[in-house]
């Protein structure tokens, strides 16, 4: 009988196990197995050098589904993710994502299909890596911040906290138009455009203000 495994790797305060797990549920998958990783680098440390993401290619099995809020759970190296979901997909495995509810199943053998299949694994791959350097160049924009005056005044309190943020570059890596995003987060358009445009000061102002 085959099963769905749900895989979360928990690397920040927003990324929990229990909202990666509610989320899915509320998206309407049903779970039969959750494996987790924490505290575990998307960046440097391939989804089969994890504790525990090693074990989904023992555990899973033809026909099974494996399961994750996005393929940036995967890893957040374009060949790192592009390789893991054809090795998963060679195996009869199908991979989907709670966001936006992307299908990977190797089963066609339509040559059209396998293009757009491909061709959309390659475009959330490059998505995932890029994600992952803004974070970590908003990351050193506050760590360069924090090394200045410690009183000086951190700028503008951001309209936004950090789940939302999260919420907001969600949408946009799927294609969420700005103004739906908005209506979406309450946000305002103009904000979710700053946040568009220019990501890691986005998210290096809340890091300067401890968000």
Do not use: C
Request: net charge positive.
């Amino acid at each position: 009988m085959s099963k769905t495994v749900l895989y979360a790797r928990v690397s920040t305060i927003d990324q929990t196990l229990d909202h990666q797990k509610t989320q899915a549920e509320q998206a309407g998958f049903v779970i039969d197995e959750v494996i987790a990783d924490h505290g575990v680098s998307g960046v440097s440390t391939k989804l089969k050098d994890r504790p525990e993401g090693k074990r989904l290619f023992d555990k899973l099995r033809h026909g099974d589904t494996l399961l994750v809020r996005w393929v940036d759970r995967l890893g957040r190296n374009y060949e790192d993710v592009t390789k893991t979901i054809r090795d998963f997909m060679q195996l009869g495995v199908i991979v989907k994502t709670v966001i936006n509810g992307m299908v990977f199943d190797g089963a066609t053998s339509d040559p059209m299909q396998k293009a757009v299949r491909d061709a959309l694994i390659a475009f959330m791959a490059a998505t995932a890596q890029a994600q992952a350097e803004a974070t970590k160049a908003a990351q050193r924009a506050g760590i360069e911040a924090k090394k200045g005056d410690p009183k000086s005044y951190p700028g503008k309190k951001p309209s936004y906290d950090r789940k939302t943020f999260r919420q907001v570059v969600d949408m946009l890596a799927i294609g969420n138009g700005t103004s739906e995003i908005s209506k979406a987060t309450g946000l305002k358009r103009q904000t979710v455009l700053r946040i568009r445009d220019n990501r890691a000061g986005a998210e290096a102002a809340l890091t300067r203000w401890g968000m």
